[in-house]
T-cell receptor, first 110, second 114 residues
């Protein structure tokens, strides 16, 4: 069956460091992968999309990589700030809908 | 100016009751979705409508019935509520039925069945 796993439930890092979150998937061939941010009591907010034929995408302090051989995406936040603290969800698409991972809760400590 | 709005935000009700959650989007998107987020935070697709036509109906009890009067609205009606229905329900919309431009989510409806 299809599975989407995000590396850990929670990740704590110090302000200014780079946060790296992992999304692995099995039994799936997504045409693209997306990353979302979710704050407590709110709906997810779309951040970035990367297509299967792209290796890397950047947007400001965010960087996403997509390795279809390893079936893995890495999501980096450079120069992290306490305001980056949230849950980050990866989502795989290409069919009629997006399938989401359970998310990684990131806490950036000042 | 909310892009995707859901009402109510909180819903507490007794087992066996029937309830509805409303969703409206003002983005001009042609596809709308209902997702359920359980206590483990998994977001699971329930239904998807494209231009008022049902295109996804995951394995959801038939006590759940979506209704799309027009492409800007997708309501969720739940009959005979059970304890296990307690969760946060999110409405979302996208342009095109493959979500390639990202989904826009509402802020969720927290349903508690007692």
């Amino acid at each position: 069956s299809q599975k989407i796993e995000q590396n850990s439930e929670a990740l704590n890092i110090q302000e200014g460091k780079t946060a790296t979150l992992t999304c692995n998937y099995t039994n799936y061939s997504p045409a693209y992968l997306q990353w979302y941010r979710q704050d407590p009591g709110r709906g997810p907010v779309f951040l970035l999309l990367i297509r299967e034929n792209e290796k890397e995408k950047r947007k400001e302090r965010l960087k996403v990589t997509f390795d279809t051989t390893l079936k893995q995406s890495l999501f980096h936040i450079t120069a992290s700030q306490p305001a980056d603290s949230a849950t980050y969800l990866c989502a795989l698409g290409g069919g009629n809908d997006m399938r989401f991972g359970a998310g990684t809760r990131l806490t950036v400590k000042p | 100016d909310t892009a995707v709005s859901q009402t109510p935000k909180y819903l507490v009700t007794q087992m066996g009751n029937d309830k509805s959650i409303k969703c409206e989007q003002n983005l001009g998107h042609d596809t709308m979705y209902w997702y359920k987020q359980d206590s483990k935070k998994f977001l699971k697709i329930m239904f998807s409508y494209n231009n008022k036509e049902l295109i996804i109906n995951e394995t959801v009890p038939n006590r759940f019935s979506p209704k799309s009067p027009d492409k800007a609205h997708l309501n969720l009606h739940i009959n005979s509520l059970e304890l296990g229905d307690s969760a946060v329900y999110f409405c979302a919309s996208s342009q095109g039925d493959r979500g390639i431009n990202g989904y826009t989510f509402g802020s969720g409806t927290r349903l508690t069945v007692v």
